[in-house]
Nanobody, 113 residues
Framework: VQLQASGGGLVQAGGSLRLSCAAS????????LGWYRQAPGKQRELVAI???????NYADSVKGRFTISRDNAKNTVYLQMNRLNPEDTAVYYC????????WGQGTQVTVSS
């Protein structure tokens, strides 16, 4: 499975971006998929994810600002990011688990103060 992330860019603090991750095959029936990020000099961390239980998990730092969603018909998962701040600057990776782990190539998000 190939995951193609897009939608990153440069935005001012307080702005919004929507990331998209298109899968090369159906995501219907895939319960675990979502987004991670990695800032310079830091470990990759979970941002938001659909869990196997059908729920969603968010990092505390993004709760109330970010929303994960999916469109099974388009094989795409989204991350709506609002009220961005410079601490959100990172490379964002989409992730999927279906018998094994799949990672997208990453998309850069830069938030200027």
């Amino acid at each position: 499975v190939q995951l193609q992330a897009s939608g990153g860019g440069l935005v001012q603090a307080g702005g919004s971006l929507r990331l998209s991750c298109a899968a090369s095959r159906t995501i219907f029936g895939t319960n675990i998929l979502g987004w991670y990020r990695q800032a310079p000099g830091k470990q990759r961390e979970l941002v938001a994810i659909f869990t196997g239980a059908g729920d969603t998990n968010y990092a505390d730092s993004v709760k109330g600002r970010f929303t994960i969603s999916r469109d099974n018909a388009k094989n795409t998962v989204y991350l709506q990011m609002n009220r961005l701040n410079p601490e959100d600057t990172a490379v964002y990776y989409c992730y999927m688990y279906n018998k094994t782990s799949f990672w997208g190539q990453g998309t850069q998000v830069t938030v200027s103060s």
